[in-house]
Each structure stands twice: as structure tokens, then as C-alpha cells.
């Protein structure tokens, strides 16, 4: 891994803590389909694009409703769940982002989720300007874990892969990451636990994070 000069984060789960009310939306939705589940249960769908988690959820639980139908479902008991004003930065977010901004490295945001949602966050976080792009998992049609949405902000960050760093929470994001041949940060600070254990190194906080030798190179 030569010099960091550029860092590509995912969004929920690394730039806030949205996983649990994902989790928890999904554990009402099936709830009320009559499907009892935990949040245990259905954090495989932690990380994938909304076409992905609908498909997997028809798949996994024999839903006989239709594909717009349940993908429209899922979105609906997530706003439920989600309040914009609740959600807050990980601690030390902002300030590694300033050191970052500081250092000359380029930050672009790779996320499954859609673009609205993301644009409306970042937003109300003030911290939209911090990225040079912001790419949403409902343009791709192969969400993670495959490596498309990776590649395509490999493009946009315009830098070596071997200078490009990813922070990552979610198994399906640390695969699509390492599918897409970057070095891989799992972070830990989420509500929800997940395996990042294929990641090349794992983090629990942004101060952490800041003393990682990637970074102090």
C-alpha cells in the first residue's frame, strides 16, 4: 500500500448510524407479513442496493407479493423507522474528514442506498462539500457485494488503486471493496455488529482510525 491520496467510504454505518433502523424496519416489515425474525436474522441485507435487498427478501421468505411492490414496502417501513434530525456523524467523523481535506486526499462516498437519501444527509449533516462525488447503489444494477459501484468511484477518484484506502462496515461492502482490489478499513462502531473480519485491518472509532499507519505514512 503505497501513500494514501484517496478514500472512499461507504455511507450508512460509516458515516452514520443508520444500520440499526434499517435492521429494525426490516424485522416490522416481515413481522407484519407474519414472518418472525430478528434483527440477527436479516443483516445479511446490510450493505446491498434496494433492488438486491427486495429480490433476496422474496427469495429468502417466499413472498408472493410483486417486486415493486415489496421493494416499495420496504422503503415505506424504513421512513417509519428514519428521522433525519436523530442521526449524527460518528463521533470523530468530522474532524478526520478535516484532516483529511487538509492533507490534499480526495473523498468520494460509494453507498447502496438511494440518492436522495443521501443527498437529504448529507445535507442536513453540512458536510456535503466535503466529497468530490457521492455515488448511490440504485444506478447500478449489480450492487454490492459485487465490486461495480467500486470500480465506477475508482474512475471518479482518478488515482492508482494502490493510493485509494476504503472504509467499509457491512460483509457485503468489505467484498465488493476487496472484489474491487482496494485496501479495506472495517469499521466497528456501528450498533450493529458485522463481520468485518475480511477486511486488511478493522477499526471501532475515528480516533482509532487516525492512528492506523495507512495514514501516517
Known sequence: MKKVKGVIFDFDGVIVDSELLFTQSMVSYLGDKGIKTDIDDVT???GKNER???LDVIEKYGISDSYEKVR???ETYYEKFFNIKELQPFDGLI???NNLEARGIKKVIASSSNRDYLNNLLE???IGDQFECVLSGQ???NGKPAPDIYLAAIKEIDL???NIVVIEDSLNGIKAAKAADLYTIGFKASKIIQDTSL???EVSSYAEMELLEVFNK
Open 44 to 46: 445479511f441485507l446490510v
Open 52 to 54: 438486491r435487498i427486495a
Open 72 to 74: 416499495e414496502d420496504i
Open 95 to 97: 474532524e478526520f474528514l
Open 124 to 126: 442536513a449533516l453540512k
Open 139 to 141: 444506478d447500478f444494477e
Open 160 to 162: 492508482p488503486k494502490d
Open 199 to 201: 477486511a486488511d485491518v
